[in-house]
């Protein structure tokens, strides 16, 4: 059994859609392994997003990461990692594929792409790496 790290976002817990998110999550069988309320300090989103440093949308994005709370979330399940970025959606919401939670809640706010209401980590490294910045 895999673990992902599974971000709801600023937007995400703004708009009140983290229930929406979690009820997602929980019908497809995920098993939630912890959970919490986080508000990240600048130095916990640097580690996160350091292979974004130096690009166009990186300070945007530590701007948005910093502007509410989000919740954190351990999620385990059979080859969890892929099964939620299918679920999250490509990374822009505008072009994201309905059925998707950036597709079917992702407002089109053209440029802010951060505005994605989800993160999932990408690989195996990446979910440990950033299992352990967010929960120890
Ligand atoms: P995540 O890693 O958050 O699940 P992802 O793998 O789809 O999303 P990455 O390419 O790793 O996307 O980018 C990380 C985050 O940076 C995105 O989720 C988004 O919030 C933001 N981002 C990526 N590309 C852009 C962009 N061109 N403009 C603005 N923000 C962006």
Redesign the pocket.
């Known amino acids: 059994i895999e673990e992902t790290l599974v971000?709801v976002?600023p937007d995400g817990v703004a708009r009140g859609l983290t229930g929406a998110i979690l009820a997602r999550i929980e019908a497809k069988g995920y098993a939630l392994v912890d959970i919490r309320l986080v508000e990240p300090d600048r130095e916990t989103l640097e580690r996160h997003?350091a292979?974004?440093e130096g690009?166009?949308?990186y300070e945007?994005?530590l701007e948005?990461m910093m502007s509410g709370p989000s919740v954190a979330i351990r999620l385990a399940g059979n080859r969890v990692i892929e099964g939620f970025?299918s679920l999250?959606g490509?990374?822009?919401p505008t072009t994201a594929a309905p059925g998707t939670v950036r597709g079917d809640f992702g407002r089109d706010w053209g440029?802010?792409?951060?505005?994605?209401l989800?993160?999932?980590?990408?690989s195996p490294e990446s979910a440990a790496r950033e299992l352990e910045i967010w929960f120890g």
Do not use: C
């Not at 440029?111 to 994605?116: A, G, H, M």
């Not at 989800?118 to 990408?122: I, W």
């Open positions: 971000l976002k997003y292979e974004h690009k166009p949308f945007p994005l948005f970025r999250a490509t990374t822009d440029l802010k792409v951060q505005q994605n989800v993160h999932g980590s990408d």
